[in-house]
């Protein structure tokens, strides 16, 4: 029988698989992914009068893409058909070889995995679990969702982000100790890091309506969020200010509005200055990020460093024509154009070892706006000093982007902050995957773009270093 490669420019085949004394829990996962535009096969409803159940379950399940078994105690306990559809999944799966069925298996009532299902882990769609469950199954059912595109896609989507970085921070400059005061073409009355981040935003979003080329080949469109949109009194300026542009009716003026949607779009998140007090200050730390979601999947980043004429830019996860595209993350230096990998061959290592007599180098930042969490987190750094393995040395460098370009550069191990805005995360933590590193929250999930803007992060070069510092956070925070 000859089964169709996964179409990846559409959403993925999906088989539930299930014990019918769970029907009405499986119906209400059925009626979810339908209503979030998926087409799942559900026995009851794909069945037709006439048909050969038992062939149409087999074929079914070997055309689909994505096979979900609903494990409870009564489908263990059972004798259904379920059986038989378990058996079929897993010797489909163990036939494939250019393409694969992959096995996403869900617990209902927190009951014990069968064996030959147990090294899989399960979406918990038990009492209180449900939503949470149900977006796990949803965010890997996106992760499938990949194009096949050229390699030059993701090269321009790299350039894309590159250069409005690079944009953004260059107009920032122009107020830089306020560089500009005696011709100030914004509104006056307010500092000069909120003069320039409107100035650098606008600057930015005026160039992007060269994505339209991009978005055509990867048959798609885009949405973009600035962070200063975050702001009820910034918002009409930067809004009044591109009202004739062509990228106007790109924006969104919220992160939730940024986010609908976006698993059919190029979305694009912009920080036009990151380390706002530095600038405001005069210290020469701070950039402009830019980050780039595909179909709801963080996709590709870049940090200006203006005051060093540095950007780092790279790309992660993606697919081509020809298969699996490795990630990339470089720096580019533009006075002398020398453009360096970030990406070396073997383990990501550190320029300071945490294994050996050198001292481990991690960047933190005290949150302005929760003075809570800044007394938790300051109760909390001590512990880092106490942590023998560690040997470290703290810096407070208030431009979380910036911290997280030289983690993914080797000049910091790692980057600690408890509360944070997304804006300042998604553009370093492309970097910092792209070199074999790792980026979660306090919890060591992943970072969640789709949900609250607020959240903590925990972003190490190395995986040993992740694994030291969450400890540390488990035990302590």
Known sequence: MERPTIRHERYPRIFLAYAHGDLEEVRKVYNQLVKDGYDPWLDEICLLPGQEWENEIRKAIFNS???????????????????????????????????ELFLVPANLDNCPIPPGWSHLHYADLGVGQWDDGYKKI???LLSLRDPSIPEEGWEALEKVVRD???????????YYRDALSKQDPLTTHVNPSTKADEYATVSLLQTLHTVERL?????????????????????????????????SWRIRQSTKHFREGWEHNLAILVDAIDGTA?????????????????????????VYDPFHHQVFYGSILGRTRDGQKRPTA??????????????????????????????CLIATHLTRSDEDARNRFLKFLPHLYEEPSLKCGTY???????????????????????????WD??????LIQAVGGKVTDFDGREIDYSANPDTSVLACRTLAMHERLLKVIRDHY
């Open 396 to 422: 407070m460098l208030n431009s979380g982007q910036m911290a997280l370009a030289h983690v993914a550069w080797g000049n910091l191990d790692a980057f600690i902050n408890n509360r944070t805005k997304i």
């Open 215 to 247: 978005t055509s080949e990867l048959n798609c469109q885009y949405v973009v969020f600035a962070e200063e949109l975050d702001d009820d009194v910034v918002r009409p300026r930067i809004l009044e200010s591109l009202k004739n542009s062509p990228v």
């Open 65 to 99: 893409d994505v096979f979900i078994p609903f494990f409870s105690n009564r489908a263990i306990e059972g004798a259904g058909y379920i059986r038989d559809e378990l058996r079929i999944a897993i010797e489909t799966a163990q036939q494939r070889k250019s393409s």
């Open 330 to 359: 470089s720096v580019w230096t533009i006075n002398s154009g020398q453009v360096e990998s970030l990406c070396r061959q073997g383990p990501p290592v550190s320029r300071y070892s945490p294994a050996s007599t050198e001292r």
């Open 164 to 174: 409005a970085a690079l944009i953004a921070g260059m107009a920032a400059m122009r």
């Open 425 to 430: 995360v998604a553009a370093g933590e492309v």
């Open 138 to 140: 949803v965010k890997f």
């Open 278 to 302: 530095n600038f405001d200050a005069g210290l020469p730390f701070f950039g402009s990020a830019v980050a780039a979601f595909f179909k709801g999947q963080l996709r590709a980043g870049a």
